[in-house]
């Protein structure tokens, strides 16, 4: 399972009898073809849209800040002598929305749906900022709307499936269950078997 949510798709995978070695098919072997469906389940999306990296960086920064809001007494806090504590946590939560697609985008790998998911994530976000008390949000925290807000958006964000790739069915070689799309130039076309004479 990668980080970033895979379309889904039906692949046909190619099975060998065990004890039988790899490459072309021989005379008596058996091969089995089945078509199957891959992608990732409403439970696996759900947790690949929560931007969990970039959040966990946010969280850092925010303690950081909270606490430097705490002896100045609030909004008056600052740093290094000349930095508003409030402008730095705008700052921080612009950053973080503006990293969370842009890692989405670095971590995926071919045949991942990267741009939904990197869309999803950048809407997350906020989201997951508000809920784990962002400085930038200030006396507009409100624990409960932040609690039914983050809930309603994850149950809403696993419905989010991306669609399948165009070109429909795909192939995937004999390889001991082992699914890799046809584009993959070793996959071998099922040959039709022959009972061995002796």
């Known amino acids: 399972m990668g980080r970033v949510i895979r379309p889904e798709q039906t ?13 072309p098919p021989q005379a008596g072997q058996t091969i089995v073809e089945t078509k ?6 409403y439970l696996d999306r759900t947790a690949k849209y929560i931007p969990a990296e970039v959040l966990g960086f ?23 002598g000349y930095f508003s ?5 705008w700052f921080s939560l612009i950053l973080g929305t503006v990293l969370a697609p842009v890692y989405i985008w670095y971590v995926h790998e071919k045949g991942d749906a990267w741009k939904i998911n990197a869309t999803i994530s950048c809407i997350a976000f906020p989201i997951w900022a508000y809920a784990i008390g962002a400085v930038a949000f200030g006396t507009h925290l409100d624990g409960n709307f932040a609690s039914i807000l983050l ?4 149950a809403i964000s696993g419905l989010v499936r991306p669609s399948a790739p165009q070109g429909g069915d795909t192939k995937a070689p004999a390889d001991k269950d082992k699914k890799v799309p046809a584009d993959k130039p070793d996959s071998v076309p099922a040959q039709p078997t022959k009972p061995r004479t002796q």
């Open 85 to 89: 504590v409030f402008s730095i946590a």
């Open 36 to 41: 199957e469906k891959t992608g990732d389940s």
């Open 11 to 23: 692949v046909t995978v190619r099975r060998e009898l065990p004890g039988i070695s790899e490459g």
């Open 151 to 154: 809930a309603t958006f994850t």
């Open 58 to 80: 946010f969280l850092f920064v925010n303690n950081i800040l909270l606490e430097a809001t705490k002896p100045s007494g609030g909004q008056s806090a600052v740093m290094a």
